[in-house]
């Protein structure tokens, strides 16, 4: 049987694929110290549980209206507007089974094949793989450590042609921690209006920033820019919600009801409970996310330390999400116990099977100089698993 095209040319998601083969080692007995998986450790907090547990009580297990309940809608309305400044009707909301699938249904009913999508690297691994599955192209911007890994005006103008039609902004950013201020998406947000370019405002981790640090959304900086912006979040990373499988998009009426229609034909509603469970999240107490970025923070800050002691390891501070990325350029090239070490897959491999750590290559990202590690695990087992790192990277050659 043949298979199409366009599966035969997505590359499985290298995360998942690292987070599998530990969790396949942990199965056989193995210990294993997880760096690679991208959620929360802690559980979902009880006031959401019950939210949902009412909801199944009083029989909300039945279709809801493909964008998202009312209720649901409304309250990310509320939100928007408390927390981002941002004026959203409910018919602008469209509710989808997590971020990443409010991503995909933006880029479908958006891009055309042959459409130019400006994407900064080291970037987010699905974002490269969802624009090909558009028929558009992916155009690769470098970053630099310098600039905090932020695309600059400068870097994102050189890139523009007269084919470009977007332009994706993860902020804070995964894999790199990345948070752009308000000064700089002002910058970015010149460059993209003189081009008459859209942007896909991708801030499922806004809510895990660090050191006083301020998200903005691009989209709240003038009339313009929101006209031209479809804003992705979701419940998934704040609390502790991944497996709920609810995000959000926030766009203009044309694009949310586009965005509603293609929806209708691929999953129809996001499942029913989670979305009661949702208006809880959102609208309930704040408490249980504030105790969560506390130790995030506590776990960011020793983890950093650490990694920047080791040999052969240079690493910048985040300022959001739960990840590091650190270089390990300065590794490739040499060997352990005789093993290569090529690039980044190699160090990761290594480390998973001699150390039993599991980190993700940067490689999944764009960038084969780089590391990502999770900081969303236990403090117990950062302190071992990066003590066993330690050792095995002292005795690369």
């Known amino acids: 049987m043949r298979i199409a095209r366009r599966a035969r040319e997505i590359n499985p998601s290298p995360t998942l694929a690292i987070d599998a083969r530990a969790k396949e080692l942990v199965a056989s007995g193995v210990k294993v110290f997880n760096f690679s998986a991208g959620e929360p450790d802690f559980d979902t907090p009880p006031h959401i549980k019950e939210a949902a547990v009412a ?12 964008g998202g309940t009312p209720e649901l809608r409304k309250a990310i309305c509320r939100k928007l507007k408390d927390e ?14 997590g971020a990443k699938h409010s991503l995909y249904n933006a880029m ?10 400006i994407l900064p690297l080291p970037y987010w691994v699905s974002y490269l793989e969802q624009i090909k599955l558009a028929g ?9 450590p310098e600039n905090g890994f932020k695309l600059t005006a400068e870097e994102l103008l050189s890139a523009v042609t007269r084919r470009t039609r977007m332009v994706i902004i993860n902020s804070p950013g995964n894999p790199t921690g990345a948070v752009y ?8 947000g010149e460059v993209i209006e003189k081009n008459n370019l859209i942007v896909i405002s991708d801030e499922i981790y806004e809510k ?4 006083g ?8 900086l003038s009339s313009d820019l929101k006209e031209r912006t479809v804003v992705i979040n979701g419940v998934s990373k704040a609390y502790a919600m991944t497996g709920w499988r609810i995000g959000y998009a926030a766009a203009p009426v044309a694009v949310a009801k586009a965005m509603v229609d293609f929806q209708s034909h691929t999953t129809s509603n996001p499942t029913s409970i989670a979305q009661a469970a949702s208006v809880a999240a959102l609208c309930g107490s704040q408490e249980p996310l504030q105790q969560m970025v506390g130790e995030f923070r506590r776990r960011r800050d020793y983890m950093w330390e650490r990694l920047n002691a080791m040999p052969g390891i ?22 352990y116990k005789g093993q290569p070490i090529r690039g980044s897959g190699d160090l990761a491999r290594i480390l998973l099977e001699e150390a039993q750590v599991a980190v993700v290559p940067g490689v999944a990202f764009g960038d084969d100089r780089y590391l990502r590690l999770s900081y969303a695990t236990s403090m117990e087992d950062i302190v071992e698993g990066l003590d066993r790192m330690e050792e095995v990277l002292r005795q690369v050659q």
């Open 314 to 335: 240079s690493c910048l501070k985040p300022q959001g999400a739960f990840y590091l990325f650190p270089s390990v350029a300065a590794l490739i090239g040499r060997s």
């Open 108 to 117: 479908q009913v958006l891009l055309e094949p042959g459409d130019e999508v």
């Open 136 to 144: 558009a192209v992916p155009i690769l911007v470098q970053t630099r």
């Open 213 to 220: 640090c301020q998200h903005v959304s691009i989209a709240s």
């Open 55 to 66: 909801a199944l009580e009083r029989g909300m297990t039945k279709y809801t209206p493909v």
């Open 181 to 188: 201020t308000r000064e700089e998406l002002q910058s970015l």
């Open 208 to 211: 895990l920033v660090y050191d």
């Open 84 to 97: 981002n400044g941002l004026d959203y009707q409910p018919e602008q909301i469209v509710v989808s089974a």
